[in-house]
């Protein structure tokens, strides 16, 4: 394979954008205009679960929504499975200490089903809980802390409401990043090193962008409101001490009345930082790590996911990761290219210093009351310290070789 051989990338071609990154490409649905029942739980659904009124409700009801249409546009499948999936995770976890075990089947077929269209699993995915679950209060403004707000919450309160907008924020911040990230690579297939040279530039201020960003998590997010209020409802039922079996979703053919285990929501979901690796060519050596990092994939959108395969496909003649490799070949003849790359894995190295730093501070430290929220296991369901050491020694250790 010669270089001119190596396949281009768009983002257009993966529902991405300079301006939104992986938020979607219109903003999202604020109402379900034909189901008024589940626009209507939804809205209720922290007076109902703070009341702990929430499995009554839906016991009480086989109508919460009408059939899933096969014509429904995109955007409404996503609002819906925003709502069920809050709905669903409030039924589950309504009360800590004894969470439900099966969903009834008004609830899981119609989950089941649009989770289907969307190529995901019928749980709360980062998709939902973030990237499908905003709006702006001025919409000629750019999608960014001070303009926008959830569309749907668990409890509510400012706690919950910074903890994902600070994700909002991020992801919007890392579109031009994944514009520069895809200019160099473009630029590294025609061996262009002015254009390498830009595309890292850009990507540097969208990762610096991003880092701010995360840096003011502290400001209205509480390390124990955190975790005492915002963090038990977005656990799943895979790896859970509370849940070692899983749920059962009744009325559901294909899973025959037989428990199904689903990982939770969890910033590993997000497609920023396995996008950053992939083009970076930031290598994670085969363990139980990367088996988890690829099982996370199945939770994001299916063009998310084609994405981090195309970047990860892009490969020199030596089999290396492009860009990568290309810089690797230059640091001698063009050594601003080795530092600007240099810069870049820096800044995502940071990234996740700052990331597990909020994890230590926010979980691991504080005082585990019940098993359903574990301070050792994080919403994903593994051991999530360990994990996350791992991600950064793996991305210091690129340029440090």
Not at 279 to 292: F, I, N, R, S
Request: charged fraction near 20%; aromatic fraction near 8%.
């Amino acid at each position: 394979m010669t270089m001119s051989d190596i396949p281009s990338l768009s983002l257009s071609a993966f529902d991405l954008s300079p301006d939104r990154g992986f938020l979607p490409s219109t903003d999202p649905l604020e109402q379900l205009a034909e189901e008024p029942i589940l626009n209507q739980i939804g809205a209720d659904l922290p007076k109902l679960l703070g009341a702990r009124q929430v499995r009554g409700v839906i016991q009480d009801r086989q109508d919460i929504m009408g059939a899933v249409a096969d014509e429904w546009g995109l955007d409404v499948f996503r609002s819906v499975m925003r709502v069920l999936s809050f709905v669903g995770h409030a039924y589950v976890w309504e009360d800590p200490d004894h969470p439900a075990t099966r969903l009834p089947a008004s609830l899981a077929r119609p989950w089941c089903q649009v989770a289907q269209q969307l190529g995901r699993p019928p749980v709360l995915s980062y998709a939902s809980y973030a990237l499908h679950n905003w709006r702006r209060l001025d919409p000629h403004k750019p999608i960014e802390l001070g303009n926008i707000v959830l569309l749907q919450n668990f409890l509510g309160g400012l706690d919950e409401e910074w903890f994902v907008l600070i994700h909002i924020d991020i992801e919007a911040k890392a579109g031009p990043g994944l514009q520069g990230l895809v200019q160099a690579h473009h630029a590294a297939r025609e061996d262009r090193a002015d254009a390498v040279l830009a595309g890292l530039g850009a990507l540097a201020g969208a990762q610096e962008a991003m880092r701010e960003t995360l840096l003011r998590m502290p400001e209205r997010c509480d390390p124990y409101i955190y975790y005492s209020r915002v963090r038990p409802y977005i656990h799943g039922w895979k790896n859970s001490p509370a849940l070692p079996n899983g749920i059962i979703y009744e009325g559901v053919p294909e899973y025959a009345d037989q428990p199904q285990q689903f990982r939770g929501e969890t910033g590993s979901q997000s497609s920023i930082v396995p996008a950053l690796d992939a083009g970076l060519g930031v290598p994670h050596a085969e363990d139980p790590l990367t088996q988890y990092l690829v099982e996370m994939r199945d939770y994001m959108p299916p063009r998310h996911r084609a994405f981090l395969a195309a970047l990860e496909a892009h490969r020199d003649r030596q089999g290396r990761p492009l860009l990568c490799g290309y810089v690797r070949d230059r640091k001698s003849t063009h050594p601003e290219l080795w530092r600007a790359y240099c810069a870049n894995v820096d800044l995502l190295a940071q990234f996740r210093q700052i990331h597990v730093d909020y994890a230590e501070r926010y979980i691991f430290r504080q005082h585990q009351s019940h098993a359903g929220n574990p301070t050792a296991v994080g919403t994903g369901g593994t051991p999530f310290m360990p994990y996350l050491n791992k991600h950064l020694e793996d991305t210091k250790r690129v340029i440090q070789s």
